[in-house]
């Protein structure tokens, strides 16, 4: 657990850092590039931690059995490429889930990068999204490459671009492409041209990454009413950082486009409310809402600027995301499968 809550100091201690410096200090320091390398030792040096772990491991053995085409056709492409690919050249699973923590890892820290307070931001994902999401390699991957495509937009980035960012992200996981309606309909610009753009897109992906799998998800969550201990606290932390948006949305002061794709992220997790207690199945809702995280890490990482003083805004965050961990960790069910955290190459 030590290393869990080494994890929360170091960037509960830069967030309260960061409060004093000015903004060009705030990302170009050594400690930043040690908390990424952190984060990424963390995650991608795992062994036996995580939920899946015996599944990501049956996963990457099984590949040594296919062709390559066979690999790719059976699963994920990226996913099952990377398996192939490192199982083939007599690697061991480790490499696997370094690349994928590093796609996680990117993703993250870009998206912090384009935030008041980068330090806080991370903070945010520490308690959840980095100790236990992160785990799950292959929504990890993809989630990391969807969050380089927000920070993208938030730079500028065209939506044509983030498409791309969202292919790639489905080559890992699937249900990436949830994303794009979200986006689509939030561009001010070209709004009809876009919105029909985006949607034939978002088709032409889900034709191809889900049609066929979708009996398979149907039958695997929704009819075996398949559900996820703890999935309702998960969505409540998407519905805070919504509710917290939408009761001060001007005053966050996001240009148009970047105000309207938070707004459509914060009405699809108040959705999840509803779906929750509708859907038979909690895993389902829990899997799909996991791409709604990223609000939290925008919208919370902003409070200090928005509802009190920085010092106490910051203050008031880092004792929310203690509470979240030390919940988590103490309390929750399956945190069985997360300690004790052991490094792959002491026990491999």
């Known amino acids: 657990m030590l290393i869990y809550w080494a994890l929360f100091a170091f960037f509960a201690i830069g967030a309260v850092a960061d409060v004093s410096r000015p903004p060009d200090m705030r990302r170009a320091r050594p400690g930043w590039l ?70 996680f890892t990117w993703g993250l820290f870009r998206l912090a990068r384009v935030q008041p307070y980068p330090w806080l931001a991370i903070l945010v994902a520490v308690p959840y999204m980095v100790i236990v999401a992160s785990m799950y390699t292959r ?65 032409a992906l889900f034709d191809v990454f889900l049609a066929d799998s979708m009996e398979d998800f149907v039958s695997g ?54 779906f929750l207690v509708a859907s038979p199945s909690s895993t389902a809702v829990d899997r799909l809402s996991l791409y709604l995280m990223p609000l939290q890490v925008v919208i919370l990482s902003r409070v200090p600027f ?14 929310y995301c203690f509470a979240i961990q030390f919940v988590w960790l103490n309390f929750a069910k399956h945190a069985q499968f997360w300690l004790p955290y052991q490094f792959y190459p002491l026990f491999s």
Not at 147 to 152: D, E, I, K, R, V
Not at 253 to 268: C, I, Q
Request: charged content about 15%.
């Open 139 to 203: 929504q990890a991957a993809a989630l990391g490459i969807l969050m380089a495509g927000l920070s993208s937009l938030a730079r500028g980035g065209s939506l044509v671009r983030f498409v791309f960012y969202v292919v790639f992200a489905a080559t890992f996981h699937r249900t990436a492409i949830a994303v794009l309606p979200l986006v689509v309909l939030s561009r001010p610009e070209h709004r009809f041209i876009n919105i029909l753009g985006g949607l034939a897109a978002f088709y």
């Open 34 to 103: 040690l908390g990424g390398a952190f984060i990424l030792a963390m995650i991608g040096l795992r062994y036996e931690v995580g939920a899946d772990w015996e599944t990501y491991q049956f996963m990457f053995s099984y590949t040594g059995y296919m062709t390559f085409w066979r690999a790719v056709s059976v699963g994920d492409p990226s996913y099952q490429a990377l398996n192939w690919i490192v199982r083939h050249l007599g690697g061991e699973v480790v490499w696997v889930n370094l690349v994928c923590a590093a796609l």
């Open 221 to 274: 969550y929704i009819e075996s009413r398949y559900s996820s201990q703890g999935a309702a606290i998960r969505v409540a932390m998407d519905v805070l950082a919504a509710s917290v948006f939408l009761i001060r949305r001007k005053d966050f002061g996001f240009p148009d486009a970047e105000d309207r794709m938070w707004f459509y992220f914060s009405m699809a997790s108040l959705a999840a409310v509803f």
């Open 306 to 319: 928005v509802f009190t003083s920085r010092h106490l805004g910051v203050g008031l965050v880092a004792l």
